[in-house]
Every structure is written in structure tokens, then in C-alpha cells.
């Protein structure tokens, strides 16, 4: 898809950029001197693929610190490990003192 896209510009966009654009606005849309600094990003990923193995370890390493953390503080912390969305002073609890006050607490024993 990548090639086609390329051929519309060049046959299409291009043409039409330097028919109907001025000059220095086309020169902002389609900078023809731009240079990338290539080698030197290229170098620099080299270096650092080179350099895989100790990222990777150190990566497993965090990773498992992070980890040990998270568990700790997941065995340790009581409750029921939800947040508290509503605080018993909200409204939506505002009526539920009320309502216990006259559905039966106990389901009864007797048959109908």
C-alpha cells in the first residue's frame, strides 16, 4: 500500500502542489532539501541491539521487582480489594436505613 500511495504523490499531488500552491507554502508542504539525520539514528540503534542482551536482563529485572511489589501489597492489603465507589454517606445509602426498616431481615420459617 505503501508504494501506491507513493505513485498518487508523485504523479497526482506533486503536479498539483506547483500548479495551485505558492511557492514557499509548497516548499513548507513538500521540503525537498529536508535531511534526516540517518546515519547517526542508525548507528545509534546499533549500539543499543549490540548492547540487547543486558537491556533485556535488565528489563526482567525491574519487571520483577515491580512485581514482588505488586503482589505484596496485594496479599497484605485486607478488604476486599474493590474501591469504595459510594461512602456510606451518599445519597444512594441515604435510603437504605429506611428500607431495612421494613423488609424482613430473616426470611421466615413458616410455609404458605
Known amino acids: 500500500t505503501f508504494v501506491p500511495a507513493l505513485v498518487v504523490q508523485e504523479q497526482l499531488v506533486s503536479p498539483l502542489m506547483k500548479r495551485r500552491i505558492p511557492p514557499k507554502l509548497a516548499a513548507v508542504l513538500q521540503p525537498t532539501k529536508l ?10 540503534l546499533m549500539k543499543v541491539a549490540q548492547k540487547g542482551k543486558y537491556i533485556l536482563l535488565g528489563v526482567v529485572v525491574v519487571m520483577t521487582i515491580f512485581g514482588g511489589a505488586a503482589l505484596a501489597v496485594a496479599v497484605t492489603r485486607g478488604g476486599s480489594g474493590l474501591p469504595e465507589v459510594f461512602s456510606p454517606e451518599h445519597q444512594r445509602s441515604a435510603g437504605t436505613a429506611l428500607l431495612q426498616a421494613f423488609e424482613p431481615s430473616t426470611f421466615t420459617q413458616e410455609e404458605a
Request: aromatic share 10%.
Open 35 to 44: 535531511r534526516l539525520p540517518y546515519p547517526m539514528i542508525a548507528d545509534s
